[in-house]
Every structure is written in C-alpha cells, then in structure tokens.
C-alpha cells in the first residue's frame, strides 16, 4: 500500500496534483527549487525536503512533474537525486512531458539500481491538475502500473496504461501531434471564413454539431474568435513536443509533414514574441500572411 | 405554406432526403438524368418529372442535390432548368456542395426574374440523410430561411443561416478544411505512435477522453486501424472541396498551408487509385512514405 509519496516539482501543475493527492488523505514530502512554491505547498500540509534525495528518502513512491528533458533527468537520477534515496521497489512516476528515449534512460538506470519506473505524463492543464480530471497516458510494466493506478486515480479521471516504459511519452507527443494540427485546422476554417466575408463566429456555431467538432473548436475556437491568448497551454511547451515528434520523424524514418508544417508555424509565433502566449495564437501567423484578423469588427 | 416540392438529384443523398420529405406530407414531384434513381423514388410516393424545369413547374419549392458546379448550375438556370418552369416568389434551394461563386451567380440570376434562392449544403453523409439529422449550412436572406426552415428540418436536425447568398458554401467549405486537416492529425499520431513502437489502437484509446477528441479520431481513427477504407466519404468528393478552398485562397489572398498539403496529398491517394476511397485513407500517403502500416499485426 503506497501512503508516502516524495513530490518533486510544484509549479502551476504539480502545486494543484499534489494536493489532491494530500486531500485524499496521503503524506506528501514536496520537493521544488524554487523556494516560493515549496512554501506554498507546506502551506498546504505537505512536509518539506531539500533535495530529490531527501524527498525520497522515506517515500512509498515518487512523482516528478517538471519542465523539461534535463531537469526530469537530473531529479531522478543526477547527484541529489531521488534515486540516491529511493528504497529498493519503490516507484518513480515521472509525469513531466519529455522524450520517450530520456523516458527509457531513466527507467533503465532505475531498475538497474532494483527500483521501477512509470513515464505518465498528462493532459489538461492547469484547470484539469485543479479539478483532477487529468487525462494521464502511462507507460511501464503493467503490474506496476496497477499498484499505482489508486494514486493516479486521485488525479486524474482517463488514466491509461499504453505499454512499455516509453509508451506514456509518445501516446503524449501523438496526443500534441493531433492537437496542434486540429488548431491549425481551425485556425484555416476562419480565415477562409473571414476573407470570404462570412462571420467566422456563425461558421463556428454551425460547425460545432456535425463532423468537423472537437474539442480544439470549441474551446480554441472561441479563444481564437475573441482574441484570447492568455494561457492555456503555451507555445512554448507545445513547440516543444512537434519538435520531439520531428527528432523522431527523423531518427525513425517517419513522414510527418502537418507536424513538421506546424514545426515551423511556431518559430513564426515565437519571432513575433509568442512563446508565452496560448497555443491558439497560431492564427495569428494566418493573420499576418492573410492580412486580416478573425475577431469580428 | 410550403407543400409541393420538386427535387433534382435523387443518388445517395437525393433519395433518402426526398424520402424523409414524403414522409412527412410533403408532395414531391422528383427528377434525376438516371431512370434508375427516378423510378425508385416513384416507387417511394414520389411523382415523376421528365426534366426539372417541369420539376419546377407546380412546386412551392424546388430542391437541387447534384455532384458539382456545372451540373447545379444547368439544373437551376439552364436550358430546361428549374427556372424556366418557376412561378414567380418560389424558392430554388441548391443543397449540392459547390463553389460559393457559382451559389452567388445562381442566386444573382433566379432573383433578377423574380425568384428566391437559397444555398444549404449539408454535411454528415448519406447516414445522416438516411436518419434526417444532417448538419445544413444555409445562405441567403433571412426571411427566405425561416420561410424554409419548416422543409429543411424534415432533412436535418442541426439547421444554421450563415449569412447572405453562398454563405452556406463557405461554411461547407470551412468544415471540410477542418475535416481534412483533421484526418491528416489523426493519421500523422497513429504513424507516430506505430514507428515509435507503441500500438496505434491503444494510443487513440487513451486520446478519446481527452484534449485531442475529436469526430474525426472516433470515426476514421477507427476506420484507419480496421484499414476500412469503403466509403463513407470519398476522397474525389473531398479533394474537390479541399481545392474550390485554395482556388479561393488564390484569388482573395489567403494562406492556407495545411489545407493545401492535403489538397496535395489527395493527389498521391489519387496516383495509387483511390478516388473512391474513404477520405480516412488519407492515411496511406504516410504509410506509403514511412514504409509502415498502423493496422495491428
């Protein structure tokens, strides 16, 4: 039974799923190298480390939730990491969004050491780690997968196992895959709208019932009619994960070219200064080739 | 009040719509160019016409459902068309899926002798008209739309006005960007998902739930791992819509790069035989460059 659980990273997704996790009635020991957000956590009820290491030390398992490829590796396998602490059999669930290979590299060197592995990254946002409703894609052995499956449940409400270690990490980047060519696809349904002098946000409305819906067009949708960039989900992060999926277009021999096209649409957005606006904003590049703005007006 | 309705173009789509119309009271004088699909609607209560200006002749309404352009326009303003045998006030609805300029050039010429015209396309395929739950994208004047509204709903349950005359058009072709771009995202995750090791099915299963659902990866991610490619949507229909999109995407000044690289790609599927595919087979362009398939096994 897993009561003690080491939190590694308590930013703007890890803060809400850890305490979810302590509403649910588990001891969490939080870990987070900026000293506001730790403290924001004790607040909170969880109890305070200093280090991965110590985060681990008396934990029945561990959840990294942190921004990038580097840190993830260094958090659970660098100096002061939580493997330096981790008793034999216990869990690290890394739940940040890296690549599958930095995925497997960690999980190979943890169960050297004798520990296990899950790569269980999310989808849904800020507002989804709030109300635990998270979409979580996880990847390992299966038998582990279960012994964790009650915690992840305390997060989110889609929780998946999709195979090996790995597998959670491209089940997310396919996940950013689809995500950034629907916006794209939405993104041109307005434009075309607008330039053909037709109100976008009545297209919009009559489009929400047959076979173009998603979720992208209603929620990005409207963001888009009303000129809302606030994140949301940030280009930066979304850039990110195409260009994850590109590296192993190219390692892998795959032909990705709406990936790829978007690839480069976000380096349009970022020379106009985007990469913390939301992931809409990529009709913003449509605006500028096309000369014209979908907000109505 | 609406009663008698003369319908041009009883195929796939044509008889089923007439059908539900019948159905519900209204008498229908049909025609169609092929005696076949004519006497099967005769067979269903319909009375039968020997062109569609007679068609026209004794009708309230006149509803066209034809393959294209050329075909839509002979139909309405033609030698023998509708407009010949319409009285003066009746309304012409072209529910066929065209170029909003030819819409436009309809409307222009029936409301120079006095008619009404409406643009209505339709999506959700012969399905939907089978089960009159349509999605129907309407152009033209308001008051002409609610003096139709009672008749389309026979036909449709996710009835919209646009806007003015080929509004409907627009708005049709604004779906079938976002459907195509759409198909594209979906097979773009399932060939990453496939080449990265990890199964396709189980990879769409985890995504159904979450940021990335959509109609489109319900229904033809389905249709791309059961490698069902019996239409459903043909790709020849598809790959005209997605290119009336970029032949006004050069004459008003859009930017539209996805939706040209499916227009692209559509001729690839067309090199390799496949016009009357399902449009989900979109998917074996990747395929056939990535040297992959995403059928288990």
């Given at each position: 039974?897993?009561?003690k659980i080491?939190?590694?990273?308590?930013?703007?997704?890890?803060?809400?799923?850890?305490?979810?996790?302590?509403?649910?009635?588990y001891?969490v020991?939080?870990?987070?190298?900026?000293?506001?957000?730790?403290?924001?956590?004790?607040?909170?009820?969880?109890?305070?480390?200093?280090?991965?290491?110590?985060?681990?030390?008396?934990a029945?398992a561990?959840?990294?939730?942190?921004?990038?490829?580097?840190?993830?590796?260094?958090?659970?396998?660098?100096?002061?990491?939580?493997?330096?602490?981790?008793?034999?059999?216990?869990?690290?669930?890394?739940?940040?969004?890296?690549?599958?290979?930095?995925?497997?590299?960690?999980?190979?060197?943890?169960?050297?050491?004798?520990?296990?592995?899950?790569?269980?990254?999310?989808?849904?946002?800020?507002?989804?780690?709030?109300?635990?409703?998270?979409?979580?894609?996880?990847?390992?052995?299966?038998?582990?997968?279960?012994?964790?499956?009650?915690?992840?449940?305390?997060?989110?409400?889609?929780?998946?196992?999709?195979?090996?270690?790995?597998?959670?990490?491209?089940?997310?980047?396919?996940?950013?895959?689809?995500?950034?060519?629907?916006?794209?696809?939405?993104?041109?349904?307005?434009?075309?709208?607008?330039?053909?002098?037709?109100?976008?946000?009545?297209?919009?409305?009559?489009?929400?019932?047959?076979?173009?819906?998603?979720?992208?067009?209603?929620?990005?949708?409207?963001?888009?009619?009303?000129?809302?960039?606030?994140?949301?989900?940030?280009?930066?992060?979304?850039?990110?994960?195409?260009?994850?999926?590109?590296?192993?277009?190219?390692?892998?021999?795959?032909?990705?070219?709406?990936?790829?096209?978007?690839?480069?649409?976000?380096?349009?957005?970022?020379?106009?200064?985007?990469?913390?606006?939301?992931?809409?904003?990529?009709?913003?590049?449509?605006?500028?080739?096309?000369?014209?703005?979908?907000?109505?007006?």
């Open positions: 039974m897993i009561k080491g939190f590694i990273g308590l930013g703007i997704m890890g803060n809400p799923m850890a305490t979810n996790l302590i509403g649910a009635g001891q020991t939080g870990y987070d190298i900026d000293e506001k957000a730790l403290n924001a956590m004790v607040e909170k009820g969880a109890a305070q480390a200093s280090s991965p290491k110590e985060a681990a030390g008396s029945d561990i959840i990294t939730m942190v921004p990038d490829d580097p840190i993830a590796e260094r958090v659970a396998t660098g100096k002061d990491g939580a493997l330096e602490g981790m008793r034999k059999g216990t869990i690290l669930v890394d739940m940040s969004t890296i690549s599958p290979s930095t995925a497997m590299r960690i999980a190979e060197k943890l169960e050297e050491n004798g520990m296990e592995m899950l790569d269980a990254p999310v989808s849904g946002g800020d507002v989804g780690a709030m109300e635990g409703t998270l979409s979580i894609m996880v990847g390992g052995k299966k038998e582990i997968f279960d012994r964790m499956l009650p915690v992840l449940e305390k997060m989110g409400k889609n929780v998946n196992h999709v195979g090996d270690h790995g597998a959670g990490q491209v089940a997310k980047d396919a996940n950013q895959i689809i995500v950034a060519l629907t916006i794209e696809a939405v993104a041109e349904a307005l434009i075309f709208a607008k330039k053909s002098g037709v109100d976008p946000k009545r297209v919009r409305d009559a489009l929400m019932g047959g076979f173009a819906q998603s979720r992208v067009l209603d929620l990005h949708g409207q963001r888009m009619l009303d000129w809302n960039f606030e994140p949301g989900g940030r280009v930066r992060l979304h850039k990110k994960d195409t260009e994850i999926a590109m590296s192993m277009a190219k390692e892998l021999g795959m032909y990705l070219p709406g990936t790829s096209l978007v690839s480069q649409l976000w380096n349009t957005v970022a020379a106009h200064g985007g990469l913390d606006w939301d992931h809409s904003s990529l009709v913003k590049v449509l605006e500028l080739m096309s000369e014209t703005e979908v907000r109505p007006g």
